[in-house]
Every structure is written in structure tokens, then in C-alpha cells.
């Protein structure tokens, strides 16, 4: 089941969503406001977010910007009620994905969503190296430059790390990250991964007690997005 968010604040028309949404198989979540639309996109493994401009608290348009520059690439419509090519632009200038404006035909809104949910994911493959904030990741070397000094990781956390990077982006379970890092034959508990992720961000985390690389997607596993 493909999940979406829904930020918006006009009852009458979450009420409408949520109703032809969930009918058409769609797991359905909404926020009436821009901060925790922002939390929620930004923390959660959303396959898609439509995003109204107009919001309480922090407009669509900061919401977008936020999201983009905190590295999340979750597909973004934008719903608004103005049709002057300008705010297309805008949108589309700060990420967003596509824009329908109000009043739309269900529809049409149903075939822009099928449209991007059968985007393939993009994943980040770099075959040398990556770099991110002040942090230089070096494959081939087997080692990371925080600031330009060397920053000591266990081989764990080097291949942890190195895992997430190539799939930036995508929510990774706590299982995947077991079998692709860990191996197969492994015996570690899931257990194994948070505590190594806790590692991991105590050494490439600005704030680990408040990550904006690693990000905890809740009841799922662990999504990259440095």
C-alpha cells in the first residue's frame, strides 16, 4: 500500500481526499498545518506528498524548500487555489514534483499521483565517493574527512554508512540493513543496527540527538538523507 500525506487545512476537501484516496487503496495521513506537515514529510516514509501553499504556521512553499534542503526527495504536488503562472514556477523551482490547482477534477488529481508514484526510485550509486555538509565519504579508501580531518569509523560503520549512501533517499529496514551489511549468514539482532546507528551518529551528526542525516522512520527502519 502506497502512503501519502495530505497537508492541508480545508476540512470540506481533506474530508473528499481521504474518502476517493482510501477507496482507491491508498494509506492516507493528514496534517492541517505547515510545521507538522514539515515533521511528518520530513521523519516519515511517505511514497507521496500533496502539499497545499496556503497553510497555517509555515506556507507549502517553505515546507518545500525545507524538505528539499534537508535532502528528501518524497515526490511533492502542490494544491493551491492561485492560478498565476508565477507560483507554478516557484513550486516548481523549489522541488516540487507537479501542481494542480483548486478547484481540480478528482480524476486528474488521481492521474498525476499514479504518474509519480511509478517513478522509479533514485538511488544514489556514486562509484568513488560522496560528500555532504562538511563530511567527504572516499570508497576506494575506505575512509571519511569530517571538517578535512579523518574521522575514525569501525569497518561496521564504514559499509553502514556507505549502504545508506547508495540509497539515499529510500526507507531501509532494519531487516534489509541486517542482510546487506551484516550478511545473510549473520546472527545479529535487529537491536545490532540501532545500536551501530547510534554510533554512526555520534560521529557524522551535527546534533545526534536531534539527526538530519540518518532519520528514524517510525515502526519502519532508517532513512539517509545527507
Not at 487545512?9 to 482507491?24: Q, Y
Not at 570508497?139 to 559499509?159: D, T
Request: net charge neutral; with cysteine; glycine share 8%.
Amino acid at each position: 500500500m502506497k502512503r501519502l500525506l495530505l497537508v492541508e487545512d480545508e476540512p470540506g476537501l481533506v474530508l473528499t481526499l481521504r474518502d476517493r484516496l482510501t477507496r482507491e487503496g491508498y494509506g492516507f495521513e493528514n496534517c492541517t498545518d505547515g510545521e507538522s506537515g514539515l515533521e511528518r514529510a520530513a521523519r516519515e516514509g511517505f511514497d507521496l506528498v500533496l502539499l497545499d501553499v496556503m497553510l497555517p504556521r509555515l506556507n507549502g512553499f517553505d515546507v518545500l524548500r525545507e524538505l528539499r534542503k534537508r535532502g528528501i526527495d518524497t515526490p511533492v504536488i502542490m494544491l493551491t487555489a492561485k492560478g498565476q503562472v508565477v507560483d507554478k514556477v516557484v513550486g516548481l523551482k523549489l522541488g516540487a514534483d507537479d501542481y494542480v490547482t483548486k478547484p481540480f477534477e478528482m480524476v486528474e488529481l488521481l492521474a498525476r499521483i499514479e504518474a509519480k508514484l511509478r517513478r522509479a526510485p533514485t538511488l544514489a550509486h556514486p562509484s568513488e565517493g560522496y560528500h555532504f555538509d562538511d563530511l567527504r565519504v572516499d570508497f576506494r579508501r575506505a575512509e571519511v574527512l569530517k571538517g578535512g580531518e579523518p574521522l575514525e569509523l569501525s569497518a561496521r560503520e564504514f559499509q553502514l554508512l556507505k549502504y545508506f549512501i547508495e540509497h539515499r533517499g529510500a526507507t531501509l529496514t532494519r531487516e534489509e540493513l541486517l542482510n546487506e551489511v551484516w550478511g545473510y549468514n549473520a546472527m545479529p539482532s535487529t537491536r545490532t543496527v540501532d545500536v551501530h546507528v547510534a554510533w554512526l551518529r555520534q560521529k557524522i551528526e551535527p546534533n545526534p540527538r536531534h539527526p538530519q542525516y540518518i532519520l528514524t522512520v517510525h515502526g519502519m527502519g532508517y532513512k539517509f538523507a545527507g
